[in-house]
């Protein structure tokens, strides 16, 4: 099983930038799809972004397109949000969410299809 770990987090003003990342220890990362969620206080969990781990394509959620990157780098075990342009709606904890070989119906913005979450980090964007 994969144990995600991210980091990254902080305050930030809004335009700024925070690249988060997320480490997963275990042999097989290149065989897992890999998430982001965020949850903001009062909130439902958000989709920001994810990519799959057969050959990287990537999907964002509305709210971050043009503004969210995400990346992985499986030599490492990792995974990245690099988040630009940063708003103070923007503020949540965001967590890191692992699929082996998913989701099963390709349904990457359903938290539901993620089986192992991170403990999150907090990003803090202020006005």
């Known amino acids: 099983q994969v144990q995600p770990v991210e980091s990254g987090g902080g305050l930030v003003q809004a335009g700024g930038s925070l690249r988060l990342s997320c480490a997963a220890s275990?042999?097989?990362?290149?065989?897992?799809?890999m998430g982001w969620f965020r949850q903001a206080p009062g909130k439902e969990r958000e989709f920001v972004a994810a990519i799959s781990w057969s050959d990287g394509t990537t999907y964002y959620g509305d709210s971050v397109k043009g503004r969210f990157t995400i990346s992985r780098d499986n030599a490492k075990n990792a995974v990245y949000l690099q988040m630009n342009n940063l708003k103070p709606e923007d503020t949540a904890v965001y967590s890191c969410?692992?699929?082996?070989?998913?989701?099963?119906?390709?349904?990457?913005?359903?938290?539901?299809?993620?089986?192992?979450w991170g403990q999150g980090t907090q990003v803090t964007v202020s006005s």
């Open positions: 969410a692992a699929e082996l070989y998913g989701p099963a119906n390709s349904d990457y913005e359903d938290e539901e299809q993620y089986d192992f």
């Open positions: 275990v042999s097989t990362f290149n065989r897992y799809a």
